[in-house]
């Protein structure tokens, strides 16, 4: 499964963005990750496909809402309250378990940067 990551852009503190993840094919799980400048790449939020399951890190939860279409393969991160440390470049991946560790996703997207002025 290939996957494209779009939706990235330059928004001020407060602002929201949304996220587009578009696979090729049919997923299980579409997990969304982040990594910041001299960081290293951190779980943000995970849902099911099949069953619309979710998990959010901690450092979102309550500002960032993550949603598939009907059909399951585009998977969306709409994200709300955005703050200066949210900046990042944003990767979506698809894997078979529903989970945080990145080593189950086996397919990743190109990463879309995600820019929070204060």
């Known amino acids: 499964v290939q996957l494209q990551a779009s939706g990235g852009g330059l928004v001020q503190a407060g602002g929201s963005l949304r996220l587009s993840c578009a696979a090729s094919g049919r997923t299980s799980n579409m997990g969304w990750f982040r990594q910041a400048p001299g960081k290293e790449r951190e779980f943000v939020a995970v849902?099911?496909?099949?069953?619309?399951?979710?998990d959010y890190a901690d450092a979102v939860k309550g500002r960032f809402t993550v949603s598939r279409d009907n059909v399951g393969n585009t998977v969306y991160l709409q994200m709300s309250s955005l703050k200066p440390e949210d900046t990042a470049v944003y990767y979506c991946?698809?894997?078979?378990?529903?989970?945080?560790?990145?080593?189950?996703?086996?397919?990743w997207g190109q990463g879309t940067l995600v820019t929070v002025s204060s």
């Open positions: 991946a698809t894997g078979r378990f529903f989970a945080r560790r990145q080593s189950v996703f086996d397919s």
């Open positions: 849902i099911n496909t099949a069953f619309g399951s979710k």
